[in-house]
């Protein structure tokens, strides 16, 4: 089963393009779609896909049952019920009245942004993953769940756009360095941390210099989002070190979430890095 955005390829243009992965993948995405109606709605492995979030001008109105609308949740896993899975649907977001919001929606606005809760071996983790969504959704999404603020709740943060200062503000840190502004209302967005909470920089190492992304100004931030719940700010191309990157894998057990040491074939726990451990939220 793939799982694919239709929004995410109609709003490419010649500033922000496809690359043949991604055209690849676009036809793949197309192909299980023709299937699926030529099918009467029955497929197989392989043929499978859910598409996430309602394409625009009617296009994906009679595709209900593979449908997941924006706000929704996704609770099965290639035509199953999971019941340790859940995924909560809170990106791309459809236009609104605004026609301004045209120019801003763009591929990288567009982003596929799923809020996972996960349970296995009596733990839980809440996962919060982003794409390259930039700082307009963030406002956006804010707006859209302050009151209920738990959907955005995460024990880790994959960082959006490669820990972008863009996801956190619309000034340039090349340009402003220092000078620069959060956006608050982005920034409260992606502050919903749970105790002892990772964000995750996927990238190459963070320098201190006008690098966005990724980007040092971002990183400081996060940091500063994690102090208060005593959590822990990491990046991909310096775990374990910056000379010998290597994968960086959580377990998910009973105290909540932990990282594997990468430095050990067997999964030993790093008891400092535990993570969480709350009661699932109802969201």
């Given at each position: ?12 243009s010649k500033n922000h393009t496809l690359c043949l992965d991604a055209k690849k ?83 990288n606005n567009s982003s596929v942004i799923l809020r996972f809760t996960i349970t ?93 992304p990724p980007c040092v100004r971002a990183k400081r931030e996060y940091e500063d ?59």
């Amino acid at each position: 089963e793939i799982w694919s955005s239709p929004l995410i390829f109609r709003r490419a243009s010649k500033n922000h393009t496809l690359c043949l992965d991604a055209k690849k993948f676009n036809t793949e995405a197309k192909r299980r779609v023709s299937r699926y109606r030529e099918s009467g709605l029955s497929v197989s492995d392989g043929d499978r896909i859910q598409i996430l979030g309602r394409d625009e001008n009617g296009k994906t109105d009679d595709l209900t049952e593979i449908l997941v609308e924006v706000d929704g949740l996704i609770e099965k896993v290639n035509g199953h019920d999971d019941p340790g899975m859940s995924a909560r649907l809170l990106a791309p977001l459809p236009l609104s009245d605004d026609e301004s919001e045209e120019a801003t929606l763009t591929k990288n606005n567009s982003s596929v942004i799923l809020r996972f809760t996960i349970t296995a071996a009596g733990g839980s983790c809440r996962y919060l993953t982003c794409g390259d969504a930039e700082v307009a959704i963030w406002e956006r999404l804010w707006d859209r769940h302050k009151n209920r603020a738990y959907w955005l709740e995460y024990d880790i943060l994959l960082s959006p756009h490669h820990c972008s200062w863009h996801s956190l503000s619309y000034d340039n840190w090349s340009e402003k360095g220092e000078d620069v502004e959060v956006n608050k209302n982005a920034r409260s967005a992606l502050s919903q941390a749970l105790s002892g909470a990772n964000i995750v920089a996927s990238s190459k190492p963070i320098k201190d210099d006008d690098s966005d992304p990724p980007c040092v100004r971002a990183k400081r931030e996060y940091e500063d989002i994690l102090e208060p719940v005593t959590g822990e700010f990491r990046c991909t191309g310096e775990y374990p070190s910056k000379g010998k990157p290597a994968p960086m894998e959580y377990e998910i057990g009973r105290n909540g979430l932990a990282l594997k040491s990468a430095a050990l074939a067997a999964p030993t726990i790093i008891s400092s890095s535990a993570v969480g451990g709350q009661p699932l939220p109802h969201g």
